[in-house]
Each structure stands twice: as C-alpha cells, then as structure tokens.
C-alpha cells in the first residue's frame, strides 16, 4: 500500500483546489446559468425533446437545448451557446417564459400520461404571434394543428357553430385571436380582431376560458363572456 506523506497529501489537495476552482470559473461563464434540475427536470426532458419547429424568430435548435440538459444534469448548471438563458423571466417544471430584445417567448406543459404531454407555445414579436400545439410522448415529439391540441375552440364562440352564414361572416382564422397560458391549467382565448369582436349577433362572447384535466378532455370549456 502506498504511504501518504504531507508532500503527496499537500500535492493532492492543491490538485482538488484547482479542478473545483476551474469547475467554479466555468459555471461562471456568460453561457451558462445554474438551474434547479431537481425542481425542474421534467421541463428540461420536454426542451430536450421538441423538435426545431418550437422557436421561430430566434435561434433554439433541439440540439443546443438537448446539449443544456445534458450540462444541467452531469456539471449541475446550464450550457447554452445561444444565450437564451440569460433572458429567462421564469423557468418551471411546467412553464417557462423568456424575453429577448422586443421577442417574448412562452411555453407551458400539460401532462396527460406518464411522459406524455401536450405542449402550448407562443411566440410574441411587436408585429406577430405565433400560438403553436405540441405532443410529446416518452423520447419522441411532434407539432400538430392547434384544433388537435387543444379542441375545436373556435365554434364555442358562436351562438350556433352550424349557422353556415356566421361561419362566413366571421371567418375566424388563428390571427384572430389572442392566446394566455400563464395560469397553470387555465387557457384564455379572446377574440382580438375589433371588426369580429363587433359581430354580437353571431357570437356568445369575445372572451373564452378553457380548463385542463387530465381525467376528462384534456380542455374543456369553462366560460365564453
């Protein structure tokens, strides 16, 4: 067995000073940020696995948010080359909201199964909003029309979705509407184009609240004001 002197002893502390201090500068660095992983792994898993498609007016590839799990998880803090970390308004196990310059950008998880998910994004610039739909099972994930994700909203505002001379009048598109997904299992729709908003005749309301469960649905409609 080899004999530990006060020279080797000393030569092996110094040498554990060194590596902690390099690992401490390290996480220091611009592009990276410390994150509870422990609060927050079941959103670095859903990052690490939605596909290209999730963030449109800046870059966020699927492989620069899977390189930011695998940091978080084996270093203990984020790596992220794009510097979108470092415009985190909030990061949740289920939400997570980020501003950059004049871009905002939301996304909130809604779990229907054991590593299963549906996903809300949106993407606000001064001039467009992008509100788009996700599903994520276990490792794999998949973009999907906004009405597969979260239900044929856009018929609860109507008085009678089969009034054939309503759907024509209002000809309700996504750009006609204003997305809210910062309430935890809460989804509010308003209808924000004026000249459709006016339409009183053919629509219930100009304001809808959707409810998630897991049990029934996953939306359900709650109220249309």
């Given at each position: 067995m080899m004999k530990i002197t006060p020279y080797l002893l000393l030569l092996i502390l110094l040498i554990t000073?060194?590596?902690?201090?390099?690992?401490?500068?390290?996480?220091?660095?611009?592009?990276?940020l410390k994150l509870d992983y422990a609060a927050n792994r079941d959103m670095f898993i859903i990052l690490s696995i939605l596909p290209d498609s999730l963030v449109t007016?800046?870059?966020?590839?699927?492989?620069?948010?899977?390189?930011?799990?695998?940091?978080?998880?084996?270093?203990?803090?984020?790596?992220?080359?794009?510097?979108?970390?470092?415009?985190?308004?909030?990061?949740?196990n289920d939400y997570i909201e980020l501003k950059k310059n004049d871009i905002s950008f939301s996304l909130r998880a809604y779990q229907i199964g054991d590593g299963e998910y549906i996903i809300l994004s949106k993407e606000k610039t001064?001039?467009?909003?992008?509100f788009k739909g996700f599903q994520v099972y276990k490792n794999t994930s998949l973009q999907v029309p906004l009405e597969e994700a979260i239900g044929r909203y856009k018929n609860n505002f109507y008085k009678d979705a089969t009034n054939q001379a309503c759907l024509d009048d209002l000809n309700l598109k996504e750009s006609d509407f204003e997305f809210d997904i910062t309430e935890p299992?809460?989804?509010f729709i308003e209808i924000k184009t004026p000249e459709k908003k006016a339409k009183k005749d053919c629509l219930n309301g100009t304001y809808q609240t959707m409810f998630f469960s897991d049990k029934v649905g996953p939306f359900n409609l709650e109220s249309v004001k």
């Open positions: 000073a060194c590596k902690d201090t390099e690992k401490r500068d390290f996480s220091k660095r611009p592009d990276t007016h800046y870059n966020w590839a699927r492989n620069e948010r899977g390189n930011m799990y695998d940091s978080e998880r084996e270093l203990g803090y984020a790596i992220d080359s794009t510097g979108n970390l470092q415009n985190i308004v909030k990061f949740q001064p001039d467009t909003t992008l299992n809460k989804l």
